[in-house]
């Protein structure tokens, strides 16, 4: 298991050092990588089936017999948690005739084995085939111990299950490389998810990376952040790693030199905010960039009697945004209290489709059953169960903000399909996701060399 690794580094923050900036290519980033079915064919060979992809929360197995079932492309993969205690993967398929052997996204076993509708041959779960219907009757001798399930590569970080489909990938850790690192000190493994919400979307799922790539969108699909965060990639840092992962750096708790609008309009946006840490902005009125570092004092100040421990944190982490998007297609948006997961999954069959999954994980004051979300804008309850929403886009909410990335994405899958389409022309702080790509291609040519 990978989970958070002792690490005397971890108190006192994240390092804020820049990464070097990697050397680009100058290939075009064209339209029909988001509609190509031989690109996408490309992708599930080379990149799909050869990278750590999240497959659910450690919480979702606490004891054996437990499983979940994850859908990516036209896999299913079965996680599940053995008598010994430790969490497997298998391929979700029956090793009779290939019938899918659960189809519940979730579950517990009743009776210790997983047991095939169709013929009734039956499973540990550990993988093991125990029991098959007429025993006796295979001249090729029994099939129990030898047809098992096939197993893959899985480990958990961070409070998630990671799964891979290539035997013969890197670790965990090593994959994960810095990132792993940097996110041990929010410690996700304590958080509970509020929000659960999966949306089908007429758009390529890089559609979404790219979105998450760059902040260059704020000021026009998200004109309610202005006030309350520095989004000017002037007062920004963009880091990217060798490993395709890749993170933003962005100052909140106040806006930046930049904002000239009126100080109600930050106050208002971080009232809840100002309330709870009971910080009182007017002293700051003309001086709003100010705000942050008062606000950061604040939090040193109460932390601990609001039920935080936030010496594993910077004074920068108290405010800003620390966005990690985690190749090929995760992204954690970072706050003192909680995060932001956002996640693309390809359709089976149509690369103009996809899954999109929004979480938020809250991080509660100790001894609080109830919190304020400012990301989320809503009250969550440590007690309440969450339930996985799922619909069309449009249809349902994955919180205000992100909603408005959501309704972006269908018309930009339309432009991208056009034949006046020429490619991208990107400013240097959308460098991310040309990196993103790049690492796309990298992946993709290893595959077939």
């Known amino acids: 298991m990978t989970d958070v690794v002792s690490n ?10 820049s990464a070097a900036t990697p050397a680009f290519g100058d290939a075009p980033i064209r339209g029909d990588r988001y509609y190509s079915q031989e690109f996408m064919r490309q992708e599930w060979d080379g990149l799909w089936t050869k990278t750590w992809l999240i497959a659910g929360m450690v919480n979702q197995v606490p004891a054996p017999g437990d499983y ?10 079965l996680c599940s948690r053995g008598t010994d205690g430790r969490i497997r993967a298998f391929y979700n398929v029956c090793q009779h005739r ?3 052997l659960v189809s519940a996204d979730w579950g517990s076993l009743s009776g210790g084995e997983f047991q095939c509708a169709y013929h009734g041959w039956r499973f540990s779960d550990r993988g093991e085939l125990k029991w098959v219907y007429c025993e006796e009757d295979f001249p090729q001798g029994t099939p ?18 990671w799964i891979n489909m290539d035997e013969g990938c890197v670790g965990l850790r090593e994959f994960l490389d810095p990132v792993a690192d940097h996110l041990d000190c929010y410690r996700m493994e304590d958080m509970k998810r509020t929000h659960w919400v999966t949306v089908e979307g007429d758009f390529n799922w890089k559609c979404i990376q790219d979105n998450f790539n760059e902040s260059y969108h704020l000021p026009y699909v998200h004109p309610q952040t202005m006030p309350a965060m520095n989004e000017h990639y002037t007062g920004c840092q963009f880091d990217m790693y060798p490993t395709g992962h890749a993170r933003m750096l962005m100052p909140g708790g106040g806006p930046g030199p930049q904002y000239k609008g009126k100080p109600e309009r930050t106050f208002e946006s971080l009232r809840m905010e100002l309330d709870f840490w009971e910080l009182d902005p007017e002293p700051y009125r003309d001086d709003l960039p100010g705000l942050r570092l008062a606000l950061q004092r604040r939090k040193r100040e109460l932390g601990k009697q609001k039920g935080y421990d936030f010496s594993y944190y910077s004074d920068e982490q108290l405010t800003d945004h620390y966005h990690y998007t985690v ?3 995760t992204s954690f948006s970072m706050k003192p209290d909680g995060c932001i997961f956002l996640m693309g999954r390809p359709h089976p069959t149509d690369p103009a489709k996809c899954l999109f999954d929004m979480w938020y994980l809250t991080l509660f004051p100790e001894g609080s059953k109830e919190y304020f979300s400012n990301s989320m804008r809503d009250w969550v309850s440590i007690d309440h169960q969450v339930e996985h929403t799922t619909g069309k886009a449009g249809e349902v909410s994955c919180g205000p903000g992100i909603d408005q990335d959501v309704a972006i994405w269908n018309t930009q899958q339309a432009g991208l399909s056009s034949r006046g389409y020429r490619g991208e022309y990107l400013p240097w702080q959308e460098r991310r996701i040309r990196h993103f790509h790049e690492t796309i291609d990298a992946y993709i040519a290893r595959a077939s060399a």
Request: glycine content about 14%; aromatic content about 10%.
């Open 144 to 161: 129990c111990g030898k047809r098992n399930l096939v197993e893959i590569p899985c480990d958990t970080w961070a409070g998630f299950i």
């Open 327 to 329: 190749f090929p297609n």
């Open 68 to 77: 979940i079932t994850y859908e990516i492309g036209r896999e299913s993969i």
């Open 98 to 100: 290939g019938n899918r």
């Open 8 to 17: 005397p580094k971890l108190r006192g923050g994240i390092s804020r050092a």
